[in-house]
């Protein structure tokens, strides 16, 4: 571990580790510490396991960006349209909802639901 490659600067750890510096001054500074430095003389820190040795002591960010959605044509079953409207109504004339306790139900009570949008399907589409 003497070449030059396996250490890096906070900076460099930053840009690795997807943090800010403060963030990763913070994990060295930490009682007890999350990253340790490998030449605490120069601020170097050891690039080997970097990422693991991060990621095992501390949390995920809230803020981290999520996934992107398909940019795709959507499939209009899954959209919310008038035709899902009339669903509900008739579903909701089905079932006697006062009968039902709160969730979460058995396996029966699941089939029941799936049966009573079943056939309110069928009589809107």
Sequence with gaps: M???SDFVTVAEAAVILGRSKSAIYKALNSSPPRLVYADRGKGLLCRQDLERHFATHTRPRIDKPMLALPSGPVDSRFVCKDEWNQVAEIANRMLDVGAWSAPPWDGC????????IDMARSEVF
Excluded: E, F, M
């Design 109 to 116: 009570r699941w089939a029941v639901i799936c049966g009573v």
């Design 2 to 4: 003497d070449r030059q």
